[in-house]
């Protein structure tokens, strides 16, 4: 997608939220005022605000070229900006908590195409829509009399949505990454493939790591320092790079493709589609990363949002994220 199309189907979607009020599910600006209950005036992305920033490039496979007809799969070298990114509200957050890890990603191709994504560390996001996400987040709003969440309101919401509970559950069970390089990332929504065959496809992707899955041990999730991640990284990609593999899962019949807390079963079809390697990151916090939304989030008609509610939702909010934390305030 070129930046003009970007932003006029940005401008489009905008427009066409802020004339229909009466849908269902929430506007974008909404979602951010629930943000803001919880987290205060947005300075800084409102997950995942801590983070460092790096590049590298991307090449698909033939079967990534079989399976989309975007450029970004056509087997050429597509340079890309990353963003490894730690769940935690404040950048100075531990990077030895059970929050998920993100990897966001930009790709330009030559041709001027940009397409990008937000990917996390665990398989499934933590609410089925929009709606239940800001319903969470408003239950989670502190009490102004002990500056904390009223936990019956918090226990009311889980009992009323307890498809919330299932990402907390994964990430309970399964360690903190040792390394920004030895985690998987996943995709979490649906997307349609539009494939050389024009057949159009249902699938989800997980970016898996070449270096293999390591997780931190519980002594080190006690012992290490609050700000590893990113040393680690720098020290690593010296070495030599990092890479991942780019995996799709197709859906089967029966499986939603709309309701991202749920996993497809690990024995549905896959097809790695291209390779990710991380070459050089940032000397430091900041960079090219920090005005990027990374919210551009089709290649039509390579790669389409699904119906997928959260999914659609996502890019006129993040939007209007970025536009607050900009402001002066």
Request: with cysteine; hydrophobic share 40%.
């Amino acid at each position: 997608m070129t930046r003009r199309r970007m932003m006029g189907l940005l401008a489009g979607a905008l427009a066409a939220l802020a004339a229909t009020p009466a849908l269902a599910e929430p506007s974008p600006d909404q979602v951010v005022d629930a943000f803001e209950a919880v987290l205060g005036p947005l300075r800084a992305r409102p997950s995942h605000t801590k983070g460092t920033c790096a590049a590298g490039y991307f090449v698909a496979t033939p079967e990534g070229a079989r399976y989309s007809v975007s450029p970004v799969f056509n087997g050429q070298r597509v340079n890309t900006l990353i963003r490894f990114g730690v769940g935690v509200t404040s950048p100075t957050g531990p990077d030895t908590g059970r929050t998920t890890r993100g990897l966001s990603i930009r790709f330009e191709t030559s041709g001027g195409d940009i397409w990008e994504m937000a990917n996390i560390s665990a398989p499934i996001f933590g609410s089925p829509t929009p709606q239940v996400l800001v319903d969470g987040l408003l239950a989670r709003r502190p009490d102004p009399a002990t500056g904390q969440p009223n936990p019956q309101a918090v226990a009311a919401f889980v009992a009323a949505n307890p498809a919330t509970t299932n990402q907390g559950r994964w990430l309970a069970a399964n360690n903190p990454p040792a390394s920004w390089a030895t985690t998987p990332y996943w995709g979490v929504n649906a997307f349609r493939f539009r494939g050389a065959d024009g057949e159009v496809r249902h699938a989800r992707w997980v970016f898996e790591p070449r270096a293999g899955v390591l997780r931190l041990t519980e002594e080190q999730m006690r012992t290490t320092p609050a700000d590893f991640l990113a040393d680690e990284l720098r020290r690593r990609v010296a070495s030599g790079p990092v890479e991942f593999d780019m995996v799709l899962q197709f859906a089967a019949a029966g499986d939603d493709v709309t309701n991202p807390t749920v996993a497809w079963p690990d024995d549905r079809p896959r097809a790695t589609v291209g390779r990710l390697t991380v070459t050089e990151v940032s000397a430091g916090p900041g960079g090219p990363c920090d005005p990027i939304s990374f919210m551009i989030l089709d290649q039509a008609p390579g790669v389409e949002m699904s119906d997928d509610p959260t999914l659609q939702a996502r890019a006129a909010a993040y939007a209007v994220s970025l536009t607050r934390r900009s402001q002066p305030r």
